[in-house]
């Protein structure tokens, strides 16, 4: 195996490992006795922000264009969407369900590059999009069965999932020569400047005192793992790798997720149903890579 593989690989099981956690550790920070949602949000990437921007004032290159400048800003907006209707959607839905949900990434993904034309996409590998979606609506169906206020979680986070790979898009086109970790920066903290608008108007912040201890050391997980560390390993691996090698991560955050909540997870639980759409949506995205492989 080559160095650059060995670090291709590493940087994959970083974001894998890091982010199929965040998903229970996004409850825990916002659950009973936790943060309010968008301050939660806004106080984990300010953080980020605040832990990478030393580095970012001595590290280049920096954007050297105006116009990087520009998709740099608009993908963290991007991100501060995504993030706020993933927030928003965990507070409704346990976070096993939720990586599962975004799964269907690479499926959206298939679309737009075919619109677009970034990348080649096969026509047999939309038949996993088929199938995959069968599966998303089984769980939808059943969240409706169980609760309204629960499917309107998943609808933001499938909401939430087309911010994401949009802005992967605009990092994989708009990101290349310029330093992971000022990319990261200047990403993360649009992101940040963005989620405490929203709190602002809002009329926050509502910070909880004294801090709780159990959700503040969430918030501090997803601001340093999750955020600091996850992001600069992503926009370093999008930068080496197609964008339909680096989607299949959602093949291995569901699992990873579903493994926590059976752990932890205590407020909500999913009904037999609901893991057999999980088995579709999942088969989908492996036909799928598997029509991608062939």
């Not at 593989?5 to 006795?33: D, P, Q």
């Not at 501060?80 to 499926?107: I, K, M, N």
């Not at 501090?220 to 964008?243: C, D, K, N, P, R």
């Amino acid at each position: 195996m080559s160095t650059r593989l060995r670090w291709i690989v590493l940087a994959y099981c970083t974001c894998a490992a890091v982010w199929g956690t965040t998903w229970y550790t996004v409850r825990a920070s916002i659950g009973a006795g936790g943060y309010p949602t968008v301050e939660a949000a806004a106080l984990r990437f300010a953080l980020a922000t605040l832990l990478l921007l030393p580095f970012a004032f001595r590290l280049r290159p920096r954007p050297a264009t105006r116009a990087q400048w520009i998709w740099l800003t608009v993908a963290g907006v991007l991100d501060a969407v995504g993030y706020s209707l993933v927030y928003l959607g965990e507070e409704r839905v346990p976070g096993g369900l939720a990586a599962v949900l975004y799964a269907t990434q690479p499926l959206i993904l298939a679309l737009l590059l075919t619109a677009t034309r970034m990348e080649p996409i096969r026509t047999s590998a939309l038949a996993g999009a088929v199938i995959s979606f069968v599966g998303v609506g089984l769980i939808f169906h059943q969240r409706i069965d169980v609760s309204p206020r629960q499917a309107v979680g998943i609808a933001l986070v499938l909401g939430s999932v087309l911010a994401s790979t949009l802005y992967t898009m605009i990092l994989k086109r708009h990101a290349s020569g310029v330093h992971t970790v000022v990319s990261t920066t200047i990403f993360l903290a649009v992101t940040a400047i963005c989620l405490w608008a929203v709190v602002l108007v809002q009329g926050g912040p509502h910070l909880p005192w004294p801090p709780p201890l159990g959700p503040s050391l969430a918030v501090l997980y997803l601001a340093v793992f999750g955020s600091v560390v996850a992001f600069i390993t992503y926009i370093w691996l999008i930068e080496h790798v197609s964008l339909q090698a680096s989607s299949t991560l959602v093949f291995v955050l569901p699992v990873i997720a579903l493994v926590v909540d059976a752990l932890f997870e205590r407020e909500i639980r999913l009904e037999p149903s609901a893991y057999v759409g999980i088995a579709i949506t999942l088969g989908g995205l492996v036909v799928s890579l598997a029509a991608r492989r062939r």
